[in-house]
C-alpha cells in the first residue's frame, strides 16, 4: 500500500503553486455604523423546533458515537423526520447504532444497514432525503463530494478534511451544492448555540470596537485510544483508533481545537494571513500525534490570535475564547466587559422553576444544527456551511503545519500545497509504511 502523505519536516520545500490562490476566505468585519439584525448578520434562525413537512429520510454514514449522538440529535430536530440507513466500515459498529437507535424506538431495516470502505456508497442507493457524515475526517471530501453528486443535503461533522487537497475539495462540493439548491449543515455547534450568537451580534454591532486581539485555547486530558487486539491487521487497527493517527483526524488541533480556531475566525470575520508555533509530543502511547500545539496567527493590519491546545492529564485545564477591543473584550460565549472589567452585557439563560439563571442556552446546540438543516429544506432557503468550515479546518491545518516544519506558514501556500495525508488507496489489510512523528528544524552539532 503506497502513501502520498509528504514529509511534515520538509513540506516548505516541497510545496508547489498549483494554481488555488482564487478561493478566498470569509469576509471581513462589517462597518460598526448602524445596527445589523440576525438575518443581516447572516445568522441562523433560532427555532425551538424545525417546521412540519414531508417526511425527510436520513441515512448515517459513520456509526461511532458521534454519529449515533447525530442520528438522535436530527431526530430530535422536528417532526415527521426518520433514521433509514446505516453505513460503517465496520459490523459491529452498525450493529452497536443499530441497537441504540432501536432503544429510542427508531427501527432501521437490516437490508438498509451496509458494512465496509464503501458502504456509504450503497446506502446513497436508498431512497433518502439527507446524509449525516460522521466517519474520521480523512473521509469527508470523498463522502460529501458523492452526496453532492446523488443531489443528498447534508449534514457533516467538523472538521471538513485532515489536508489542503481536502480542503479544497470541501470548498467544491460547497459552491455544487449551492448551484444544486442543496443545503450543507456542519457540526461547528457554537455558530448555532443561543448565547454564542447573541454574544457575536453584539461584538458585530461595535459593543467592543475594534477588535485588537484574541485568544483561542482547548486544554485538556488525554482522549480515548484502543489498544490493538489480535487478529486486527494494520487498517483495522488504525481505523478503529483513527483518533490517535494524524491521517485519520488531522491531530487534536483540527479534531477539537479547531471550535476555537473557528469562533476567532468567525468573530473576526476573517481567517489568518500566516502562522508560527511549535508543538510536541511527550505522553501519547498510541498514534504519530502532538501533545501540545502553541501557534501565533496573523490575521493583518496588526491583529494577532495566539491559538493553544494540548491533551495531557494531571495540568491545568481551559477551553474557550478571548476577544480584545478598544472599547473592552469578551469571552465570545455569553459576557461582554467593560476595559476596567466590570460587565457591560451579559447573555440572558432561561431561568429554572425557582428563578435561577440555568446557564445553559434553551436547546442544545447540537440539536440547533439539526433544527438549522431541517428548516432550510423546508423552507427552500439553502443553505451552505461547508466551505466557512473548510477554511477554518485548513486555519488549522495551517497551525499544524507551522508546529510539524518549526516554518512560518502563509495561506496562499496551504490554498496551493498538493499535501495529501495517508495512504494513496485506503485498503483493509497490513500496511508498509510508516508514520513518524514530526520534529521540527534541523539538529545542531555537537
Known sequence: MKTTNISRRKFLEKTAIVGAAGIVGASTLRSCKGKKNHQELGLPPLLDQAPDGKKLKAGLVGCGNRGTGAALNFMDAGPNLEIVALADVFEDKVQQCADKLKHYKIEVLSENQFVGLDAYKKLLDVDLDIVLLATPPKFRPEHLKACISAKKHVFMEKPACVDPVGARSIIASSKKAAALGLTIITGTQRRHQRDYIETYKQIANGAIGEITSARAYWLQ???????REEGWSDMEYMLRNWNNFCWLCGDHILD???????????FVGSHPKNAIGFGGRARRLTGDQYDFFSIDYNYGNGLFSHSMSRQIDDCANAMGEFIMGKEGFTNCKNTIYNP????????????????KPTNTVKVSPYVQEHIHLVT?????????????TAISTLSAIMGRTA????KKVTWEEMMNS?????PEVVEM??????????VPGKQHKA
Open 221 to 227: 486530558t488525554h482522549v480515548w485510544f484502543r489498544t
Open 256 to 266: 477539537t481545537h479547531v471550535h476555537n480556531i473557528d469562533v476567532i475566525n468567525w
Open 340 to 355: 476596567d472589567g466590570t460587565i457591560k452585557w451579559k447573555y440572558g439563560y432561561p431561568k429554572d422553576k425557582s428563578g
Open 376 to 388: 432550510a429544506i423546508r423552507t427552500n432557503q439553502p443553505v451552505q456551511e461547508a466551505e466557512q
Open 403 to 406: 508546529a510539524y516544519t518549526g
Open 418 to 422: 498538493p499535501e495529501t495525508l495517508g
Open 429 to 438: 489489510g497490513d500496511y508498509d509504511g510508516t508514520f513518524e512523528v514530526p
